[in-house]
């Protein structure tokens, strides 16, 4: 079994399999991975407001994009729209070119795309933190043996109700990175950890991006997650209203006040 330690983590419990040195950034962010076209949807069709009201927008392969905006802005419902939890009610959503709404295609998009939410209590599902991680291969009928997925020794009985909240929530990205996605989206993934356990699981996250080549998506409520991203979104009333990089953004200071980011 390949070991592959995350960069600054040396306390953390397991590590991601080695999937060899991604290419270049440059190179890889020129194509496209997700696209939204035009989206509408509404969680209640008879309620004339909508959650995503007309989006558009697209990630490259290989970005780091945070998605800001305050609450009920939408960013949780794009993020469940990139991997088929939630359907278009008109717009379309590509995932490297397969379209959401492709019921043959589900099964792919998901593979693709691995979502990680903010309670990972409701992601962890087995008693002992190695059959947790390897709950998804199994039910693929797939082995950890030859996966290259590494738990470290010390960690690998434990069971995750004794982990920490970071540790219980890399447990939870390692499970979705053990399914090798190109993407990762994360539903605001740090928001109930403490600051240590915030940046343990950011580092993890960078790691994967930088070393790895997984694209990430990150909704987020902190802006200091959002700095450290190559590109920012910032969502009003199902609306992308600013993007750039996060120097670009946040140096509209006005924009970003009036829009109550914190």
Do not use: W
Not at 17 to 39: C, D, K, S, V, W
Not at 58 to 78: D, Q, Y
């Amino acid at each position: 079994c390949t070991q592959c330690s995350v960069e600054n983590d040396s306390r953390m419990g397991y590590s991601p399999f080695q999937r060899g040195a991604p290419p270049e950034r440059e190179t890889q962010m020129e194509e496209t991975i997700l696209t939204a076209q035009n989206l509408k949807f509404r969680y209640d069709s008879d309620q004339p407001v909508y959650a995503l009201d007309g989006l558009s927008t697209e990630v490259k392969r290989g970005e780091f994009v945070a998605v800001l905006g305050a609450n009920g802005c939408g960013k949780s419902t794009l993020a469940k729209h990139f991997n088929a939890i939630l359907l278009p009610e008109s717009g379309k959503v590509y995932v490297e070119g397969m379209d959401t709404a492709d019921d043959d295609k589900i099964y792919d998009i998901r593979q693709t795309v691995g979502m990680v939410f903010q309670n990972p209590d409701n992601q962890i599902v087995a008693t002992v933190v190695e059959e947790d991680v390897a709950f998804a291969l199994e039910n693929l009928g797939l082995s950890l043996v030859g996966s290259e997925m590494c738990i470290r020794d010390r960690y690998r009985e434990r069971a995750p109700h004794n982990l920490s909240g970071g540790q219980k929530q890399r447990v939870a990205i390692a499970g979705v990175v053990a399914m090798r996605p190109d993407c990762l989206i994360l539903d605001e993934a740090t928001a109930m950890l403490d600051p240590r356990g915030r940046e343990q699981v950011m580092q993890t996250i960078h790691y994967l991006n930088r070393n790895m080549g997984i694209t990430v998506v990150s909704i987020t409520h902190y802006m200091e997650e959002a700095a450290q991203a190559d590109r920012v979104l910032v969502m009003s009333k199902g609306h992308v209203v600013m993007e750039g990089t996060p120097k670009e953004v946040f140096s509209q200071t006005e924009k970003v006040r009036s829009l109550h980011l914190d």
